[in-house]
């Protein structure tokens, strides 16, 4: 598949906490508040979105010509690191509007806190724990792969020290949720060709990047969701299709305006 090849762009939104309230400075906008979060869902609801599983997503970026019966409108919803209040109140909220979500789990952090953020904060921040991961999997929520420490850049660690990471982490989350681990999140979205390829060694059907046009099967682009009320998550989602969209196009007129001149030769 060519790299610019058209793949069907879903909107996977990318989350990391949701709190009742933000009331201390938030610099890296990894919080958003119980009740934007609630806005979220109404109004992706209200506009006949309907959930979607990264299982679906990887099986379309493989193979764009992949017979699927999605919903008109889908969306895939995403939680990075596993925090607590994942369960304690995004959960709650899920269920209330009828929607799933697949959270990327740092697994050497499960039961713990938030030790691998130092550096970027000293807040304390408790971690999602055994009894809550399995009772979120059987619930229906999916767990994935979000290496195993968080190391603050993944490239530059050494390939057998990467390949670890991203192995052992999915061992161990596997053995919690009695079920095989398919998907993976790059910490803080740093990813090259060569961790794409461990990925895809490792038997992941797909990875999850930040914010961009990419969309394919191991660097699927997301929609950061921010800290204002539906509308302004729809507008975002509106955004980033139509970059994507443009991506599409360019490349290919390109490729077209090539193939002119080759055959004026």
Not at 22 to 39: A, H, Q, T, Y
Not at 119 to 147: D, Y
Not at 148 to 162: F, I, K, T, V, W
């Amino acid at each position: 598949m060519h790299s610019h090849q058209s793949v069907h762009w879903i909107p996977i939104l990318a989350y990391h906490r949701v709190v009742p309230a933000i009331s201390e400075p938030d610099p890296f906008g990894n919080c958003v508040s119980l009740p934007m979060f609630k806005s979220h869902l109404r109004w992706l609801k209200r506009l006949g979105y309907a959930s979607v599983s990264l299982d679906a997503i990887a099986a379309l970026a493989a193979d764009p010509e992949c017979q699927l019966a999605l919903p008109r409108r889908s969306v895939a919803i995403t939680f990075d690191d596993g925090y607590q209040d994942n369960h304690d109140y995004a959960l709650p909220a899920l269920v209330e509007y009828g929607f799933s979500a697949t959270v990327f789990l740092v697994s050497g952090a499960i039961g713990g806190d938030n030790q691998f953020d130092r550096a970027n904060t000293s807040e304390r921040v408790p971690m999602l724990t055994v009894g809550q991961i399995q009772k979120m999997h059987r619930v229906g929520f999916i767990f994935g792969s979000h290496t195993r420490s968080h190391p603050s850049n993944l490239m530059d660690l050494p390939g057998e020290s990467a390949a670890l990471e991203i192995r052992l982490s999915r061992e161990e989350i596997e053995a919690i949720v009695q079920d095989p681990v398919h998907h993976f999140s790059y910490p803080y979205t740093r990813v090259n060709s060569r961790l794409e390829n461990q990925v895809r060694e490792a038997g992941y059907r797909s990875a999850c990047a930040g914010v961009g046009t990419a969309f394919t099967q191991f660097r699927l682009s997301r929609v950061w969701a921010p800290e204002r009320r539906g509308p302004g998550l729809i507008i975002q989602m509106g955004m980033r299709r139509a970059k994507h969209m443009a991506r599409q196009i360019l490349p290919l007129a390109d490729e077209r305006l090539a193939d002119r001149r080759f055959s004026a030769q």
